[in-house]
Structures are given as structure tokens and as C-alpha cells.
């Protein structure tokens, strides 16, 4: 082969163009052809030596640059130069063959033929138009000199790479056509599955041929943030922690919400397979949560439902948890992969590979990445919508297909999952009338922001609503109901530690301390360091805007659920969403603040500063496996720090590992025979160890401990308060074996010390209270710091009326186990008790003591329905008639089914004689509790005031009657 380069040059045929300058074209191959039946005023060859110096003699000219298969159809490879020749050929552009599309009178083979054509490449390259048949694209020589020059590596790509490279560097494209070469009838849908390979080609010469080949330059790396080898590194990154994610799912136990997603999602199938025809997953008596899961999209429950099924078909024994947990691994290992692309996109490589180890070992995000349905595909549709509108805005005018697409499919991810993804749909309108405004000077025309953006929102909203039954039977409201329900989400009533209190509604910075120690401090320290990009930064206005998304979407989520009083808990696992936002602007800075060091040292010293303040996360990542979303920083002192002032094991991922000691060490348990208790659903226990299925096991809620007949227990930290865990109670008298992390208890086997405290319950419950206060006693010697036992002596003592030695058994309770309460709302009964012995001379200091316990005891538990009787009682006894209608109402919201509530508020509206709001409560409350005596005295009493005396003497009667016929 020649190494002398021989060029056709040609003048520009075509419609003249006042933008277009007439430029000449050179056809070089870089690897190897020959192509012997090439005309000879276009042979020009090169080898892959010579391309790079017969490139930089390249004058103003096109490139056209074709692969071998290319020299293989000779013939038409003629016709792709001629028709090169014959476009006006743009500077600063690449042309791309392409494909005319097919008319409305093509037939839908040719149609189809034509959208399959090219469509992976497209997807991958974000290339527009359908280059898949030929390679052969014309490059502008300025621009392509740029980059060989600086990565001499590029000139052994192929040609779709080195276009993908091009673009990547913001030269634009333009397409050529070539309908004439093809038919897309024959060839469309073949090339659509060898788009796969060819995909896969560029993958490769994009983050390995290339990298390798410019060599592990060292100093190059340091200097240079868009070396190549950052290439390399990225596609290790993904691929090895990708792996490695896959294999270590099955290590992750079930959570606390699992099972009913797991029943939801298969009632959702149901209906979606039978088209709508089996409606059992809105039959809400039937199932727990169902009411509530319906207002969730549940795509990712749905689909991890569909493998499921595929995979027994193969393995029938398989595990449905473990299949969904290896899915959920692949969905965290995306939202790790995106975080890293908009990093790269955003400022350089280098700072992608940074985002992708931050996220890796950002413990308290990496561990939700493989048991928590909801928060991380909803996190994975909002990072995709941030990274797509990123791109698309960085293209306009002419945002590719590739961004569009995946734009729309990101869009329809987040509210697949969670109708708070409509918060995406406002993001992509925001910054589209921004991006407008910002070009109003060079046009003023809306027409291409709504050409490109309504598309894309109806798109994505359709994908949303697709397998979501909820929305589909009303796809105009629906979404905006499920929005609501969750913005005043009040189907549970949850306490959980925060700054060593056990509380419901917590203070507005919740969700941003959280962050601040559970992040690594790697990430804490990038953050600030944004400000160098920006400020030290040579950004242009779209720039900026695309910058001031990343920081908008990470911060504003925050600031609204601060602004709305939202309501949070189990950490801010609903919030991590906005965490991978918030490490690409740490990697940015990070990145930044190594470009900025003037010398070699400095920037070494930059790199080694982020190493040394990521050791730690990734050291207690390994160690700590597989429980690393307990982590917590150094700047609360780690786990050790946190325990008893935050939540650790909220989600019931330690008593797999208890169980699984127990199978070991106390097989007996799995015959059944023995009774085993735990805080823990069963499903946590029991999914993941063989045999375990069998026990004999009760779910135990917090304050009853004690009060069930069992040898064996499961406990687990998280419903303790500070005082037991720190206070010497915390692990239980004959703890057998503890789950530690970072060297802290989490979950304890405990083996029963003595049944006496069960007996003092059976005691008490049989009314044999002199038995059950000896019990008690008893139960004290042997455990004295179970709280559980004082209160349980304290009611035996009230009950008999020895109300100073309650009072004392109370306060116990309350020194052992602070926020207690029941020990308030029993204290408080005592109160109430003295004050109101004599009705005709209540004690109303007594009474205000009592009043202030029972305020106490909601304050620790917002739904005690009792302490809102007695604060309604106190109140009508005040003739305070507002507070007293707030405490009743606050009675039926909290507990719907019981009577006392509707009486109570039919109380008031009586003392405000509107007699038939009274007479409507009090029905509600006959229907609850129809043999309550004095509800039909109440009735009796509305309708005297009605002046109704024929009822009034009717219910009075069943007053009596009901009392045992005394009048």
C-alpha cells in the first residue's frame, strides 16, 4: 500500500448556501482496505501510521473516512461519495448517510424497515439520522485535527465512533441521502438486531481499544480531566461494580414493606394480564395495604412479578425475594452508571469516574440498592430525567433523538413509580421556557420548544400511567389524587430516634442532618467546591442553566417537603433521589479543584486528599456488609455515636443473620414446638433460612415485650428508646448472640431468664391482682430494668386503689424508659382518678396535672386514642367546647371504630343544643357499641332538647333497660 496520500478534490455541487463554504473532499482509510475496483480518482489510502500525519495536511477540506465493509461494496461506496459532493457541505459538521423517509404510501413493511434501521446505534451514539448501512461519514478536517491531535488513539476508531467522539465535542450533524443504496423492506429489522453488535463495537473502541492503546499515561491522567484512560477507568467502574453488585444481592434481607409490595404487585399483573377484567386488587377488605399501595405506580413490583414467573418456568424453587433483589441490583447500579454520565456530561470524565466511587461508597445509598422497591427505581427515573434534560438542553436546536427518546422513557420511569415524579414533568417545562428565554434575542419563535417538548411529556406521562391500574381508569386525575394522598400521607403513625427522642413529626431540618452524617465525607467536602466551577468556570449561559438544574433538582425536593411539613421517616430514604445530584456536583468540584492546582504536586496532593476521605466509607462498606445503609459519618462519631440518638436497623436487616445463628445453634426451634417472639415481621426472619418456617413465632409490638409466653426472642434496637439502649438494659439479661455493626448490638437472641412477668400479665388479665402484683414483684428482682414489669405492678396497684405505690412503679417506668408513654397515659388515669372522686368538688389542680400527662403521652404517640377521651372529658369539664371537639374529632380520626369518639363530639354539639349533628354522632356510636347504656341516655337527652318527649322516653327506657332495669 502507498503511504502517499492521494485526494480528490472537488467543488461543491448543490444549492449555494450563504452559510456554506465550498470545500473539497479527501477519502483516507485508516485500517488496512483496499479497494481494488475503486475508481482511481478515489483511491486515497493511508495506514493507520500515516493517517494522523496525512490528516494534518489536510487543508480546508472533508474527511471521508469508511470502514473496511465500506471498500467491500465498492460500487456503492462511489455512489455515498458522489452524493457527499452533491450536499452543501457545512463547516464544523459531519454528513451522515441517511434515508429519505417513507411516504404515506409506503406499504408498513418499508415503513418499519426504515424506523428499525439503525435505531440501537442511534439510541447509543446520538447520532441522528440512519447511518447503520454505511460508515462512511465526512468529517470537517479542522475540527477532527483538534481531536486527533490531542488522542492520536481516535485514529483507529471506526468511523461511527470517531462521529460519536465529534459530537460528544459539539460538532453538529447533517445527513446525506442515500435511499436510492436500500431497501429498508429488506434490510430494516435485520439491522435492528445487528445493531447489537455494532453497539457493542463502540462500546468497546470507545472505553477500551482507544484508552489502551494511548496508554496509561500517568502525569497525562493527572493533568488532562478527559484523558482517556478515565475512559477506561469509567467502563471498569461500571462493569466490575456492576458484577459485583449482581453477586452480592442475595446477601440483603427482606425489608418491612416487601411483602405486601410482592401481594400488590401480583394483584396489578392480574388485573393488567386479564385486561382489567379481575378487579380483586381494589377489593381493600381483603388485603393489608391495599388502599395505599394502589396510589403507587409499582413498575418495578410489576416487573420483578413477570421475571418471576420466567424464571420458574426454569427453577421453580427460586426465591421470588432474591430474583427481586438481583433486579433491584441492576436498578441501583443504573442510577450509579447515570450519576456518572451527567457528571462526565456536566464537566469531564474524570469527574464522572469520582461521581461513580462516591456512589459506591456512599454506604447509606448503596445498601437501599438492593431490597427497597420503591425509593430506588423512583431515584433512577429521576437521575435518567436530569441526565436526558441535561442533554437535551445542551443540543438545542436540534436535540437528538437518542435525548428526546430517553428523555420521555425517563420521564415515564419516575412516575411509573411514585406520582411525585410529576415533579420531573415540571422540571422538562421550567428549563425549556428558560433555555427559550435565554435564546429569545436570536429567536423569539416557541415552535421548536413545543415541537420537541410536548411530545416528550405526553410520551413520558403515557409510559408513567401504562401498568398503573389506578391511573388508568382515570388518566386525567388519577395521578393528581395518588399526589395528593402521599403530600398528606397519613397511613401510618411511625416514631422512630432523632436526636435521641422518639418522635412522629420531626424538626424541619430532618431530612438535610440526616444527609450530613450519613453521607461520606468525601462527598461533604466536594460539595462546596462546586463553587469553583461556577465562579472560576468559563461557562456559557446554557451552560449555567444545565448547572443550576443539577443544583435545583437536588435542593428543591428538599426545600418543598421542608415547606409542605411532609411527612418523613425511616431516615431519608424517601429523599435519595436527590443524593446522585448532589454527588455530581461534589465530583464536579473535586475535579475542579484538582484543574485549578498551578503544579503537578498540588493536584497530586488534590487526588490523594479525596482518596483519604473516602477510605473510611470504603473500608466500613466491606466491613460492615451487608448492612451498610446504617452507616453513619465521623461527625457523629460513626454507628457507635448514633446509637440511641438515630435509627439504625429500621428496615429489619439483621434477624436473617440471628436466624440463621439460631439454626445453627438452636435447631429445636424449627419444630415448631417452641414459641419464639420478635419486633420484626416474619418474612425478615424466615425468607432467606431453610427450615425456618416452621417456628412457632408471634410479632410482638414495642411496650409488650413481656407479655406473651415465650422461650426464645428476636430483638432488634429500633423500637427502644435512648435511656434502654444506653441505660444498661440494652442487649437483654441472657442474650445468647448479638448482630453487631461497627461494633454496636443491633438485634440480639435472647433466651426467656424466668416466665414471671408472664405470669403478673396472666394474672391481671384473669383479675387476680394480688397474684399479679406478687408476679411483678418478682419479675423485678430478677430483671429490674424492665420497664415493662413497674408498669405492670403500677396498674395491678391502681386497680386496688394503692395509687401512691402506682404513682412510684410509673415514674420507674419512666426513669428506665424515657418518652414512655404508657406510663404517662397511666400516671395521667391516676390523676384524673383523685381529681374527680367527689363530681361536685373536683380537683382542678389534679385535674391540670392529669391534662398535662395525657398532652405527654400523645406527644410520644400521636394516635393514642385513650389520652384524647380523657383530654375531651377534661375540656367539657372546663365548658371548653372547641378543645373539647378537637379531642374526640382527633378520637375518630386516629381510631374510626370506636364509640366513645362519636359520643364525644355528640356530646358537645348537645351543650351546643344543635340536636341533629348530636343525634347523627350518636347513631354512629349505637352502631358501634349497641348495648352502651349511655349512649341511649345521650339520645334520650338530645331528643328532650328537640322537644321530641315520645323518643326521648323511648331510649330512656333502653337506658335503663340496659342497666339492669334501675330507673
Given at each position: 500500500m502507498s503511504k502517499k496520500k492521494q485526494a480528490v478534490k472537488s467543488s461543491v455541487v448543490g444549492n449555494p448556501n450563504p452559510h456554506t463554504k465550498k470545500l473539497s473532499l479527501s477519502v483516507i482509510c485508516p485500517d488496512g482496505c483496499t479497494a481494488d475496483n475503486l475508481p482511481d480518482n478515489l483511491k486515497s489510502f493511508a495506514d493507520k501510521v500515516d493517517f494522523v500525519s496525512q490528516?494534518?495536511?489536510?487543508?480546508?477540506?472533508?474527511?471521508?473516512?469508511?470502514?473496511?465493509?465500506?471498500?467491500?461494496?465498492?460500487?456503492?461506496?462511489?455512489?455515498?461519495?458522489?452524493?457527499?459532493?452533491?450536499?452543501?457541505?457545512l463547516p464544523h459538521t459531519i454528513l451522515v448517510p441517511t434515508l429519505n423517509k417513507p411516504s404515506a404510501k409506503e406499504g408498513f413493511a418499508k415503513k418499519a424497515g426504515f424506523w428499525f434501521q439503525g435505531v440501537l446505534e442511534r439510541l447509543y451514539s446520538g447520532i441522528e439520522p440512519h447511518h447503520a448501512l454505511y460508515s462512511c461519514i465526512a468529517f470537517p478536517t479542522d475540527k477532527v485535527k483538534e481531536i486527533i491531535n490531542a488522542t492520536p488513539a481516535f485514529a483507529s476508531l471506526s468511523p461511527l465512533a470517531l462521529a460519536r467522539e465529534c459530537r460528544r465535542q459539539g460538532i453538529s450533524i447533517d445527513g446525506f441521502d442515500t435511499s436510492a443504496l436500500v431497501t429498508p423492506k429488506k434490510m430494516g429489522i435485520l439491522e435492528f438486531f445487528k445493531g447489537w453488535g455494532t453497539t457493542a463495537k463502540l462500546v468497546k473502541e470507545e472505553f477500551v481499544t482507544a484508552p489502551l492503546k494511548n496508554g496509561f499515561r500517568v502525569k497525562e491522567a493527572i493533568v488532562n480531566g478527559n484523558s482517556l484512560i478515565y475512559r477506561f477507568k469509567f467502563f471498569a467502574l461500571a462493569v466490575v461494580?456492576?458484577?459485583?453488585?449482581?453477586?452480592?444481592?442475595?446477601?440483603?434481607?427482606?425489608?418491612?414493606?416487601?411483602?405486601?409490595?410482592?401481594?400488590?404487585?401480583?394483584?396489578?399483573?392480574?388485573?393488567?394480564?386479564?385486561?382489567?377484567?379481575?378487579?380483586?386488587?381494589?377489593?381493600?377488605?381483603?388485603?393489608?395495604?391495599?388502599?395505599?399501595?394502589?396510589?403507587?405506580?409499582?413498575?418495578?413490583?410489576?416487573?420483578?412479578?413477570?421475571?418471576?414467573?420466567?424464571?420458574?418456568?426454569?427453577?421453580?424453587?427460586?426465591?421470588?425475594?432474591?430474583i427481586r433483589h438481583f433486579l433491584n441490583a441492576w436498578v441501583g447500579f443504573f442510577i450509579i452508571l447515570f450519576t456518572g454520565l451527567l457528571a462526565w456530561r456536566l464537566f469531564d470524565i474524570r469527574a464522572g469516574v469520582l461521581a461513580m466511587l462516591i456512589m459506591y461508597f456512599s454506604p447509606s445509598f448503596f445498601g437501599h440498592s438492593f431490597n427497597n422497591p420503591k425509593d430506588i427505581p423512583f431515584a433512577l427515573g429521576f437521575i435518567m430525567s436530569v441526565y436526558y434534560l441535561t442533554r437535551t438542553l445542551l443540543e438545542f436546536p436540534k436535540p437528538t433523538l437518542q435525548s428526546r427518546l430517553m428523555l420521555a422513557i425517563s420521564l415515564g420511569v419516575?412516575?411509573?413509580?411514585?406520582?411525585?415524579?410529576?415533579?420531573?414533568?415540571?422540571?422538562?417545562?421550567?428549563?425549556?421556557?428558560?433555555?427559550?428565554?435565554?435564546?429569545?434575542?436570536?429567536?423569539?419563535?416557541?415552535?421548536?420548544?413545543?415541537?420537541y417538548g410536548i411530545p416528550i411529556i405526553l410520551v413520558g406521562y403515557l409510559l408513567g400511567i401504562s401498568i398503573w391500574p389506578y391511573a388508568l381508569r382515570d388518566p386525567l386525575h388519577g395521578v393528581l389524587n395518588a399526589l395528593r394522598k402521599f403530600e398528606n400521607f397519613s397511613a401510618l403513625t411511625y416514631y422512630e430516634l432523632f436526636e435521641g427522642v422518639r418522635m412522629y413529626i420531626k424538626p424541619w431540618y430532618y431530612i438535610p442532618k440526616l444527609i450530613l452524617i450519613t453521607a461520606p465525607l468525601m462527598m461533604l467536602i466536594g460539595t462546596p467546591l462546586i463553587l469553583l466551577f461556577y465562579f472560576k468556570g468559563k461557562l456559557t449561559q446554557t451552560q449555567k442553566l444545565v448547572l443550576g438544574l443539577v443544583i435545583f433538582s437536588s435542593v428543591f425536593p428538599v426545600a418543598y417537603t421542608i415547606y409542605k411539613g411532609s411527612y418523613l421517616y425511616n431516615g431519608w430514604r424517601h429523599m435519595l433521589f436527590v443524593y446522585p445530584g448532589l454527588v455530581v456536583i461534589s465530583a464536579v468540584g473535586w475535579s475542579k479543584l484538582v484543574d485549578l492546582m498551578k503544579n503537578l504536586s498540588l493536584k497530586w496532593v488534590a487526588l490523594l486528599a479525596f482518596i483519604g476521605t473516602s477510605t473510611p466509607a470504603v473500608i466500613w462498606s466491606f466491613v460492615n456488609h451487608p448492612y451498610q445503609y446504617m452507616y453513619f459519618n465521623e461527625l457523629i462519631g460513626g454507628v457507635k455515636g448514633a446509637n440511641g440518638n438515630y435509627e439504625l436497623d429500621y428496615w429489619n436487616q439483621t434477624p436473617r443473620a440471628a436466624m440463621e445463628w439460631i439454626g445453627k445453634n438452636v435447631p429445636e426451634l424449627f419444630k415448631g414446638k417452641i414459641p419464639m417472639n420478635s419486633n420484626n415481621p416474619v418474612e425478615t426472619l424466615t425468607t432467606f433460612v431453610k427450615g425456618s418456617d416452621s417456628i412457632q413465632y408471634r410479632w410482638t409490638r414495642e411496650y409488650e415485650w413481656t407479655e406473651n409466653n415465650w422461650e426464645y426472642a428476636i430483638w432488634t434496637s429500633r423500637t427502644l428508646n435512648k435511656n434502654q439502649i444506653l441505660g444498661g438494659y440494652w442487649t437483654p439479661e441472657v442474650t445468647l448472640h448479638t448482630v453487631d455493626v461497627a461494633g454496636v448490638p443491633v438485634c440480639a437472641v435472647v433466651k426467656r431468664k424466668a416466665a414471671t412477668g408472664y405470669d403478673g400479665h396472666r394474672a391481671f388479665s384473669e383479675k387476680k391482682y394480688d397474684s399479679a402484683i406478687y408476679y411483678f414483684k418478682k419479675a423485678i428482682e430478677q430483671e429490674p430494668l424492665e420497664e415493662e414489669y413497674h408498669r405492670g405492678l403500677g396498674k395491678s396497684y391502681r386497680v386496688v386503689g394503692r395509687y401512691n405505690e402506682a404513682i412510684e412503679q410509673f415514674k420507674k417506668?419512666?426513669?428506665?424508659?424515657?418518652?414512655?408513654?404508657?406510663?404517662?397515659?397511666?400516671?395521667?388515669?391516676?390523676?384524673?382518678?383523685?381529681?374527680?372522686?367527689?363530681?361536685?368538688?373536683?380537683?382542678?389542680?389534679?385535674?391540670?396535672?392529669?391534662?398535662?400527662?395525657?398532652?405527654?403521652?400523645?406527644?410520644?404517640?400521636?394516635?393514642?386514642?385513650?389520652?384524647?377521651?380523657?383530654?375531651?372529658?377534661?375540656?367539657?369539664?372546663?365548658?371548653?367546647?372547641?378543645?373539647?371537639?378537637?379531642?374526640?374529632?382527633?378520637?375518630?380520626?386516629?381510631?374510626?371504630?370506636?364509640?366513645?369518639?362519636?359520643?364525644?363530639v355528640a356530646?358537645?354539639?348537645?351543650?351546643?343544643?344543635?340536636?341533629?349533628?348530636?343525634?347523627?354522632?350518636?347513631?354512629?356510636?349505637?352502631?358501634?357499641?349497641?348495648?352502651?347504656?349511655?349512649?341511649?341516655?345521650?339520645?334520650?337527652?338530645?331528643?328532650?332538647?328537640?322537644?321530641?318527649?315520645?323518643?326521648?322516653?323511648?331510649?330512656?327506657?333502653?337506658?335503663?333497660?340496659?342497666?339492669?332495669?334501675q330507673q
Open positions: 490528516l494534518q495536511n489536510a487543508k480546508n477540506e472533508l474527511v471521508c473516512f469508511p470502514s473496511k465493509s465500506d471498500f467491500e461494496t465498492a460500487g456503492k461506496l462511489n455512489i455515498v461519495i458522489e452524493q457527499i459532493l452533491k450536499t452543501s457541505l461494580g456492576m458484577l459485583f453488585m449482581l453477586f452480592i444481592s442475595k446477601d440483603y434481607n427482606v425489608t418491612w414493606d416487601e411483602e405486601t409490595n410482592q401481594e400488590s404487585a401480583e394483584l396489578v399483573y392480574k388485573y393488567l394480564s386479564t385486561f382489567g377484567s379481575d378487579t380483586t386488587m381494589f377489593n381493600f377488605a381483603e388485603g393489608r395495604n391495599r388502599d395505599v399501595n394502589q396510589h403507587y405506580g409499582m413498575s418495578f413490583d410489576v416487573l420483578a412479578v413477570m421475571a418471576q414467573k420466567i424464571v420458574h418456568n426454569f427453577s421453580p424453587d427460586a426465591n421470588i425475594y432474591a419516575v412516575l411509573s413509580v411514585r406520582a411525585g415524579g410529576l415533579m420531573s414533568f415540571a422540571f422538562v417545562i421550567m428549563f425549556f421556557g428558560l433555555i427559550w428565554l435565554l435564546n429569545f434575542k436570536k429567536s423569539a419563535s416557541l415552535k421548536p420548544y413545543l415541537k417506668a419512666l426513669e428506665i424508659r424515657d418518652g414512655n408513654y404508657e406510663a404517662y397515659f397511666s400516671l395521667g388515669e391516676i390523676y384524673f382518678t383523685q381529681a374527680t372522686l367527689n363530681e361536685q368538688n373536683i380537683d382542678q389542680a389534679m385535674l391540670a396535672r392529669a391534662e398535662s400527662l395525657f398532652k405527654e403521652a400523645i406527644k410520644f404517640k400521636k394516635n393514642y386514642t385513650g389520652a384524647y377521651m380523657y383530654l375531651g372529658v377534661i375540656s367539657m369539664n372546663k365548658n371548653d367546647l372547641n378543645q373539647a371537639m378537637y379531642s374526640y374529632r382527633s378520637m375518630i380520626e386516629n381510631n374510626p371504630n370506636i364509640a366513645q369518639g362519636y359520643q364525644g356530646r358537645v354539639f348537645i351543650n351546643l343544643r344543635q340536636t341533629d349533628s348530636a343525634l347523627y354522632y350518636l347513631n354512629y356510636a349505637m352502631q358501634l357499641a349497641p348495648n352502651q347504656a349511655d349512649i341511649y341516655a345521650d339520645i334520650s337527652r338530645a331528643f328532650e332538647l328537640r322537644g321530641d318527649k315520645q323518643n326521648a322516653e323511648k331510649y330512656r327506657q333502653e337506658f335503663y333497660r340496659l342497666q339492669g332495669g
